[in-house]
């Protein structure tokens, strides 16, 4: 058996063969136990294979179907929360979002304390990565009747939500967009897990495609058009925000919006390809000057220095910050 005491392996070198410490865990975290005896000699005996060979076998086998983990119900236990100035449909099983709301904690609180202080009754909001609908209710309470939201969200599931969400308010200010943000009107693949969620481009491999689920995307100066006012941006795609700022340029130079960013650079490696420098670039260019947001909602002026956000990013020592742009 592995040693229990495995060290943190950050730095280490990645290996495409499996080792008995992969096997192991393969057990522990796709079957839901540690194997017997019995059965350890012949799975141990594939250490060496391909990692992605071994770890199919176990995913594509019925003790994990039996499991049904792809099936849970993330719905169960649905409670119509009672917030300061709106209810917002949610569930503990969100481990995301819905889970902080369900049972009575806050949620980002620092961008809830900007929300507030920044928006005002007619306003114009674009909320893009809209999840559950949290930031989208909170920014119709504060912006009224007069005022408009466009929820940008391509997660059916969290759409459903919303729309329950909007419903339950009465609030006529909210328009839902069922899609991702992107750089140009086409395809993207989306990847959930609870609420959050990620979109990416598609695969070329056919069979890979076929199963993925897909999603629709636009430019978001497509989707908003040339004559909507938008006072106040709120972004956050899980690494996705230079592409969906990318086609947002227009949108950018004719309305200035304040904005408020997740800010998480490897994420944004990964699914928009571009350093996280890259985009706090895209943001001084169009004439921004950013803060970082903390917790209290007070936030650190940074002006025009990336470099001061990107050392900020590192002293939080997390996956990720949130960034004003006004």
Known sequence: MPDESIKNRWDGPFTRQATVEDIYYCFRLLLGR????????????????????????????????????????????????????FSLYATPNDLDVGKHIAL???????????????????????????????????????????????AVEPNPQNMKLLEASRRANGFSQ???????????????MLNASHSNGTTYALFDELDAMLSAQTVPAFRLDDLVGAERPVDFLKIDVEGAEYNALDGFRA??????????????????????????????????????ALSVIHQDGSTEDCGGDGAAVMAAYARHGADHIDILAQ
């Open 174 to 188: 909210v328009t839902t967009a069922l899609c991702a943000a992107a750089r140009a009107t086409g395809l993207l």
């Open 34 to 85: 540690p194997p017997n005896p019995e059965e350890w000699l012949g799975h141990s005996s594939r250490v060496g294979e391909d990692l992605g060979s071994v770890v199919a076998s176990y995913v594509t086998s019925l003790e994990f179907a039996r499991r049904q983990l792809d099936r849970r119900n993330l719905l169960a236990d649905l409670t119509l929360c009672s917030l300061d100035g």
């Open 104 to 150: 009575g904690g806050s949620y980002e609180p620092g961008v809830t304390a900007i929300f507030r202080r920044l928006l005002k009754p007619g306003m114009g909001v674009l909320d893009v990565g809209a999840n559950i609908g949290y930031f989208s209710m909170l920014a119709a309470s504060l912006v009224g009747p007069k005022g408009h939201v466009l």
């Open 251 to 288: 949108g950018l130079a004719r309305c200035h919006p304040l904005i408020v960013s997740e800010f998480s650079p490897d994420f944004m490696k990964g699914i928009s390809g571009v350093a996280g420098e890259d985009y706090l670039r895209l943001l001084i260019a169009a004439g921004y």
